[in-house]
């Protein structure tokens, strides 16, 4: 599981850990049953205090997103669709609010946002591509 955290985004890091972990149960990147890396392990890795680790992780569990058993890792918990259903609303509405944001300080009209938001929807991805649509088609 690719967790990153960067401490001078303004969001707690808790709360980083917190949304990464549901985004990747929302996007089917780790399922149900799965084991989390344990407190000591994920904080070590990211070189954070165990305390941040065991809080995001607790939140999780009071969240329903994650399952402790005693003496035994953490674990994905079985969500039911409706559950899914809300994390991966949950989690486009965290993300679009830092668009809707962004197009409110850019001075973007609404509609000429939801336009390109459409575009972008209906376009095949690519990832070795990063250009403006309408730098593409120079």
């Known amino acids: 599981m690719l967790i990153a955290v960067d401490p001078q985004s303004g969001v707690p890091v808790y709360r980083q850990l917190m949304d990464q972990i549901k985004f990747h149960v929302a996007s089917g ?20 205090n165990p305390m941040t680790v065991s809080k995001a ?5 009071k969240e329903g997103v994650v399952e402790r058993r005693p003496g035994r ?11 899914l259903e809300e994390q991966k609303r949950e989690t486009l509405i965290r ?5 809707a944001t962004m197009v409110k300080q850019l001075g973007v009209d609404p509609d000429e946002a939801l336009k390109i938001l459409s575009r972008l929807l209906h376009e095949e991805p690519s990832h070795t591509d990063q250009r403006h649509p309408e730098e593409k088609k120079q």
């Open 29 to 48: 990147l780790v399922a149900p049953g799965d084991e989390l890396p344990s407190t000591r392990a994920l904080s070590s890795e990211l070189g954070l």
């Open 57 to 61: 992780y607790s939140y999780l569990e």
């Open 73 to 83: 890792p953490l674990i994905v918990a079985a969500l039911g669709s409706a559950k």
């Open 95 to 99: 993300s679009l609010a830092k668009i």
